[in-house]
């Protein structure tokens, strides 16, 4: 873990991004999406001071991190949803840990008070991680959508910053 580093997202990382993305939406675990997004939709809904991609000691990406707001209304400006995405080959070697930490100190450093997510229940490693890093179960949505055809439930995690609030 020590060779990977965080940079900021740009758009040269899109193609290892989405193929990120890809490989996430095949566990069939990650995500209600089905297929990864054009880039300029993906990077539409991201907020560009909050997104950021880890680095291998070759400077491919191994990982990525990057969150949206959850309404325009001013009463949530502090208020973030994100996703974070390993690649198969990186994970169990603290990038999931390392990209959430850069976006932890990107969000409180903007005032953001709230990071949360949907999380499949059965992506017992993301809730793992997600624990680590400070989040919470705040609840269970039951049979929120379908994927694949079958009814689906998602487990909302968030995180409140200790520093802003």
């Known amino acids: 873990m020590s060779r990977t580093r965080l940079t900021p997202m ?6 290892q991004v989405l193929d990120i ?6 566990t ?4 209600f999406e089905t297929e990864p997004p054009a880039w ?16 291998d000691a070759a400077d491919r990406v191994c990982g990525w991190v990057a969150c949206g707001r959850v309404s ?21 070697q603290g990038v999931g840990r390392a990209l959430l930490d850069g ?3 990107s969000t409180e450093a903007a005032g953001i008070w709230t990071i949360q997510s949907g999380i499949f229940p059965e992506n017992t490693a993301s809730l793992a991680l997600h624990a680590a890093c400070g989040f919470r179960t705040i609840g269970t949505r039951e049979r929120v959508g379908q994927h694949h055809g ?3 439930d998602v487990t909302l995690i968030e995180r409140r910053s200790p520093v802003i609030g």
């Open 10 to 15: 740009a758009n040269e990382h899109a193609a």
């Open 72 to 92: 325009d209304r001013c009463v949530y400006a502090g208020v973030v949803e994100h996703s974070v995405y390993v690649h198969p080959d990186a994970r169990g």
């Open 103 to 105: 976006l932890i100190a």
């Open 21 to 26: 993305y890809a490989h996430g939406i095949a």
């Open 40 to 55: 300029s939709r993906f990077t539409a809904s991201r907020l560009l001071e909050h997104r950021f991609v880890a680095l």
């Open 150 to 152: 079958a009814w689906r």
């Open 28 to 31: 069939g675990n990650a995500t």
